[in-house]
């Protein structure tokens, strides 16, 4: 389908993962490789700059990466696997861990208006709120360490709807701690980074649009 939108349109295109335009985003406004890219949102996304500076063409589907061993593990509904970094890096997280602070959301609310209806209670000092940040802050920490079992890191680049607001602060705040108690050689070689609110509407599309090349060149 691709190609022969490509034929027809006769305009550059590249296919390419969105987790991985995420990482190339981030290489791109950092001015940096060895970066890891993971955006917390509906589900999470994840891609990685080698340190060459290019994106690796591996599968980097960390929502399905298991990050939790715990035979009590929420299971993840379309693969079945438990653990599943969908279940701790994402909105769904939020959710899970919202019934567990008492926080009751309607059932027929949609699953953004659910999420921004938690991060107004952030924003409006709610305890119960902040410490569901709080705790996918200690996840990413835990969860960053495991990643650097199998990815060269420099830089993690953290965003997606997740952090938006206030949220996001915490979220990179908590896993830094977590990583300078639990991963201290780690904490010293790795930067933690939650993009402006430019780089988060914007920096997506420029790292996409740079990937084509055109006829000729």
């Not at 995420?22 to 509906?42: F, K």
């Amino acid at each position: 389908m691709f190609l022969r939108m490509r034929k027809e349109w006769k305009v550059p295109f590249e296919v390419v993962n969105d987790g991985e335009v995420t990482a190339l985003a981030g290489s791109m406004s950092l001015n940096a490789n060895r970066v890891l890219g993971i955006a917390l949102g509906s589900s999470q996304a994840g891609g990685y700059v080698n340190e060459k500076g290019n994106i690796t063409g591996w599968l980097n589907e960390l929502a399905f990466v298991p990050v939790d061993l715990s035979p009590a593990a929420p299971v993840d509904e379309w693969s079945g696997d438990s653990g599943c970094g969908v279940q701790y890096f994402s909105q769904q997280a939020v959710f899970r861990l919202a019934g567990k602070a008492g926080i009751e959301l309607a059932e027929d609310l949609a699953a953004v208006d659910k999420l921004k209806a938690v991060q107004d209670l952030l924003h409006d000092g709610d305890k119960r709120a902040r410490l569901i940040f709080d705790t996918i802050g200690c996840y990413l920490g835990y969860g960053i360490g495991h990643y650097a079992d199998y990815y060269d890191i420099g830089h993690a680049l953290i965003l997606g709807r997740v952090t938006s607001g206030e949220a996001g602060p915490i979220i990179l705040e908590k896993a830094r701690e977590v990583l300078k108690a639990e991963f201290p050689d780690l904490a010293e070689r790795l930067s933690l980074h939650l993009p402006d609110e430019k780089s988060r509407r914007v920096g997506q599309a420029v790292a996409a649009a740079s990937l084509p090349v055109a006829e000729g060149e």
